[in-house]
Nanobody, 121 residues
């Protein structure tokens, strides 16, 4: 059984940084591309970033390009999301997911429970 557990969320001031982590357990981690999504209050879940199984390819939403960096450590079964220059509009619950390298949520098979990020202005 696959399990994803996110951590690293919290309260940060605008302009600050946070690093989210997602630990994967279950089937072979390196078989999956990994993605980060977020859902703000009253809004639909949206794509943030994704990384291929090898880490050689990444894709980002336009809203986070140049500010967020996704990475993974297959030896630790962990994917990271480094978030810099945070803005109030980045406030959301952040979810990691395992699946295909795509911004489409329906292409991901497994999801974590989420970690909350609040950016104060």
């Amino acid at each position: 059984q696959v399990q994803l557990v996110e951590s690293g969320g919290g309260l940060v001031q605008a302009g600050g940084s946070l690093r989210l982590s997602c630990i994967y357990s279950g089937r072979t981690f390196s078989s999956y591309s990994m993605g980060w999504f977020r859902q703000a209050p009253g809004k639909e879940r949206e794509f943030v970033a994704a990384i291929s199984w090898s880490g050689s390819r990444t894709i980002y939403a336009d809203s986070v390009k140049g500010r967020f960096t996704i990475s993974r450590d297959n030896a630790k079964n962990t994917v990271y999301l480094q978030m810099n220059s945070l803005k109030s509009e980045d406030t959301a619950v952040y979810y990691c997911a395992a699946g295909y390298l795509t911004p489409r949520a329906r292409e991901y098979d497994y999801w974590g429970q989420g970690t909350s990020v609040t950016v104060s202005s």
